[in-house]
């Protein structure tokens, strides 16, 4: 195998371990950062144009590390 071809995945390997490891200290240090409902499905769907589209006449609840509050979609 060429040295290049060894170094390149030597790259790549080591930048998913810093990427996997960044990701696991984030979400201990600031476990806030991330919505806390489990209710967010029920909320949002997957769109095969958009992504994410809101689904119409859901509602519930919405917390983040800075509010807490009721969601209501209209239809």
């Not at 790259?11 to 979400?27: I, M």
Request: net charge negative; glycine share 6%.
């Amino acid at each position: 195998m060429p040295n290049w071809v060894k170094n390149l995945v030597l790259l790549v390997v080591t930048t998913a371990v810093a990427v996997v490891v960044a990701e696991v200290a984030a979400r201990q240090a600031f476990p806030d950062w991330a919505p806390r409902t489990g209710r967010l499905a029920d909320l949002w769907d997957f769109d095969p144009d958009y992504g994410w589209a809101y689904v119409p006449g859901s509602s519930g609840p919405f917390r983040s590390h800075s509010f807490d509050t009721h969601v209501a979609i209209n239809q």
